[in-house]
């Protein structure tokens, strides 16, 4: 096969950015996505140009590291399937793509697809956690689980945070992100000591972080390549409500959100 | 160098208990006044991390990835190990040590598989309190799948993505400790040199990836759990960025590398489909639960597997090993897979592979189980392929998946560097010669959770720290000699890309020190390994500049270090002139084709020193011995 790549190349956020276009010939319909882009490097890097910055590690659609727009659709057109696993097949010989990374306020581009998503671990640490320290724990079996209950708290706890929810949704929300987290730690009985005080902390985080509101579009969810189910929004919405009546009074802190890369701008 | 384990004195069951007690403690009031630097955020890192975290110290953590959730543990998909005997079906503590003892054919510390044993039930019941939604019954108790060679149900599972979920609560636990102020994350950042000063590791050297900034980080102890080695084979299970790097800048700084050959390669990944490949993907073990491993009796047999009858197929996992059948260790599992390959039964269209079948599985269980158990591994498959595995057998080949070798550490996890812990896979110390499945993750978050944070603690109690600053005269050499690194890369301007060179040290390993070694071969491979470093340093092409995000200068450091191990795993491999476990040396195998080990010359650890860029390493011998598990022959038959 042989494909037209119209990628977005910016040296870093304060250079301009723009589209170059890249003939790709012998492309094997087996290969993925983003093997054909290591084809493009290596011969970007053999005429002695830089290759296109993009990330990824597992390359099995789990990490998370990979993911940028494909004709504008986050992670390319198979559902349920990441960059590192969509495989060439799926397009037609001669066809052009055009690929670019995730836009959305709260994650700084860094370079050609890299963009900066520390905001999302700025939200786990608001809360997206069970406080049990090392050596805390009881016996595994203490606490029946039923099988309905790990089985929800699952689905919901596959989330890879590639951030695809949020760049494709027209407000840039990390709602399904959040929600996610919320709904996985909040249906397990572990997690319901601190049910309120999470939904509280990681929703203030969300706010602080410069991603836009839900308004239930659903784009997040066609979008995730692990079908986070759009419920997890309601469930944050109402562990939320619940929380803000019950514990309307406590103080949520919140983090000030870092964009900064050099060593000084760090801690 | 005199090698001492420091493996306490009496009953095996009582060790572990005997050192903590033994070991002095950092007064709680102290503790944040101390920095410990912790490279890696995959399970061993993160739990060791958050764990220290909570104790009150100063911590740092490291890693390479956007986000320490990235790390490779997250890819682990069948499962952790427990003893928990929850099935009641015999298992316990000994039973655990016991089967990894032997699993590992004989080449492990039998004190610390112990104590790994016993600290299996404390991390279900921490990764159960931390959230981690591990399979359940109807009922609501733990459930269980079996792993390879063991006859127990002790595997612990959270669908196929235990890895996952094991590493989100670490990774949890570790953001708890950012938030509450004890732990420092640094994302995207590599560490590039060890600091030893006065024969203690005090810090390390990293360069921010997006800036390219060298920085020093000083601390009163230094713990690498940086993973694995494979990705040396270029083509492995690995995530991409997994390497070396970290481990081997500390070998040069004195720390002994043991085993470095012991490599595990998985028998079920999906077969390689050509030349642009750029990596192996994993179908997880629990799939030879249920799935049943065959190939054509006869050779050449072209026919779509449904046409094949059932007596011209041959299972032949079930027909030479009766009792564990398609449960053999990995190992086993994966020599026979290349024999069968070898003889020309091989299938698909290269003739690289073989059928795992789950016809039966479903005709017995219904598609809705099979779906349940193993969904996400059959989608994945169908994605990667385009066949669907519900109704045409699966085709898998053997592919490198894990190291066993590491830094040679002592029963305290402390390398030859005092200072210097290893945690995780980057260290050799539980898996002997083959590796156990759903035994790695068990020993990750054994080291992390319940091992580094003691250890590291009676370290700092008991040594005397000088203060260091960054002005310190070795300090500054150790940051020169990171810099002129980084020029060189940078000012070759050659003509061979960097994968280029990596690709084809992969395949030298892969031919010479893979599945099957010989002396002959490996001498021809460490002459290889020579010409292709010799070339690299000449003709490598490395584009952009130092400083920012160049993903090409990452790779070129790694692969520079990659080129240097892979002759040491080669002369580790020639040198030890047995079988064991993964290592198959040719010359040594029994008359049906198994592995023969030498007990009489070679039941030690092999630690190899650095001596010099162009001087043989220097062998040094911590010998094993056995005094709960007999030694015997290992047989899965
Ligand atoms: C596909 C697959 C499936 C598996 N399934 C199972 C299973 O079911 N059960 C099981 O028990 N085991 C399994 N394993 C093995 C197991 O996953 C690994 O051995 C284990 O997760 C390693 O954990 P770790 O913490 O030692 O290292 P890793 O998870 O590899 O983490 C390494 C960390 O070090 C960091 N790092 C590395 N170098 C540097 C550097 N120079 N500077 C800064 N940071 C650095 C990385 O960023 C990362 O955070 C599987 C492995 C693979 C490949």
Known sequence: MKLTLKIWRQKNRDEKGRFFTYPVENVNPEMSMLECLDVLNESLIERGEEPVAFEHDCREGICGSCGFMINGVAHGPQSATTACQLTMRHFKDGQELTIEPWRAAAFPLIKDLVVDRRALDRIIQAGGYISVSTGNAPDGNNIPVGKDIADRAMDAAACIGCGACVAACPNASAALFTGAKISHLGILPQGKPEQDRRALSMVAQMNTEPFGSCTNIGECTAACPKEIPLEVIATMNRDYRGATCRKRDDLVQVVAPVTGWSSSSKS | ?637
């Open chain 2, 1 to 637: 160098m005199k090698l001492d384990a420091k493996i306490p004195s009496g009953p095996i069951e009582q060790a572990w208990d005997k050192a903590r007690f033994d070991m002095k403690l950092v007064n709680p009031a102290n503790k944040r006044k101390h920095t410990v630097l912790v490279i890696g955020s995959g399970l061993a890192g993160a739990s060791a991390a958050a764990s220290m975290g909570e104790l009150g110290y100063n911590v740092r953590c490291f890693c390479f990835q956007d986000s320490p959730r990235r790390a490779h543990s997250i890819a682990a998909q069948g499962g952790i190990n427990a003893a928990k005997n929850y099935q009641n079906d015999g298992d316990s503590i000994y039973r655990l040590f016991y089967d990894t003892v032997k699993g590992g054919d004989f080449r492990s510390r039998e004190a610390n598989v112990y104590r790994l044993a016993q600290n299996s039930l404390n991390i279900i019941d921490q990764c159960v309190a931390q959230g981690v939604p591990f399979a359940r019954e109807y009922g609501g108790a733990l459930t269980n799948r079996s792993f390879g060679g063991a006859q127990v149900s002790r595997t612990f599972y959270a669908r196929g993505q235990t890895g996952q979920q094991l590493l989100l609560g670490a990774y949890q636990a570790l953001e708890r400790q950012v938030q509450a102020g004890t732990v420092t994350m640094f994302p995207r950042t590599e560490m590039l040199d060890l600091i030893v000063i006065d024969g203690q590791a005090r810090g390390i050297v990293t360069r921010n990836l997006v800036t390219g900034e060298l920085n020093v980080h000083i601390g009163d102890a230094v713990v690498l759990a940086s993973g694995g080695y494979g990705n040396v084979y270029y083509l492995s299970t690995n995530a991409k960025g997994s390497n070396v790097t970290a481990s081997w800048r500390a070998h040069k700084r004195g720390a002994l590398f043991a085993n470095p050959c012991f490599t595990q390669i998985h028998p079920t990944c999906i077969p390689v489909s050509g030349d642009y490949q750029s990596k192996l993907t994993l179908m997880s073990e629990s799939l030879r639960n249920d799935g049943r491993i065959w190939v054509p009796k006869q050779k050449g047999d072209k026919r779509r597997p449904d046409q094949i009858p059932a007596d011209e197929r041959d299972y032949y996992l079930e027909r030479r090993y009766p009792s564990f059948g398609n449960l053999v260790p990995r190992d086993v599992a994966s020599r026979n897979a290349k024999h069968v390959c070898d003889e020309g039964r091989g299938v698909g269209e290269t003739g690289l592979g073989v059928y795992l079948d789950f016809s039966d599985a479903i005709q017995r269980l219904g598609e809705h189980v099979i779906r349940e158990r193993y969904g996400n591994l059959f989608d994945m498959y169908q994605r990667i392929t385009d066949e669907d595995p519900y109704k045409v057998p699966m085709r898998i080949y053997p592919a490198i998946h894990y190291t066993m070798g590491g830094l040679w550490v002592d029963y305290y996890l402390q390398s030859t560097i005092p200072g210097l812990f290893v945690a995780g896979e980057a260290n050799f110390s539980d898996h002997g010669a083959n590796r156990l499945g759903a035994s790695a993750l068990m020993q990750g978050l054994s080291d992390g959770y319940f091992i580094i944070p003691y250890t590291v603690g009676n370290y700092i109690a008991t040594s005397k720290l000088d203060k260091v600053d960054d002005s310190h005269p070795a300090v500054q050499q150790v940051v020169s000699e990171v810099q002129q690194g980084i020029t060189s890369l940078l000012s070759i301007k050659g003509k061979r890309t960097v994968d280029s060179f990596h690709r084809e040290l992969g395949k030298i390993m892969w031919d010479e020190c893979g599945m099957s070694r010989t002396a002959q071969g490996l001498e021809k491979a460490i002459g290889q390994i020579r010409q292709l470093r010799e070339e690299f340093w000449q003709n490598v092409t490395v584009p952009g500049s130092g400083d920012d995000l160049n993903q090409s200068l990452e790779k070129a450091g790694r692969v520079a270090d990659f080129l240097e191990l892979g002759e040491l795993m080669c002369i580790d491999a020639r040198d030890r002139n047995e079988s064991c476990g993964g290592h198959f040396r040719e010359e040594s195998q029994t008359a049906d084709g198994e592995a023969q080990r030498d007990d009489e010359n070679y039941s030690y650890v092999a630690a190899w020193g650095y001596t010099g860029p162009d001087s043989a390493p220097a062998l040094s011998k911590e010998p094993l011995e056995f005094k709960y598990v007999y030694r015997s022959q290992r047989s899965y038959k």
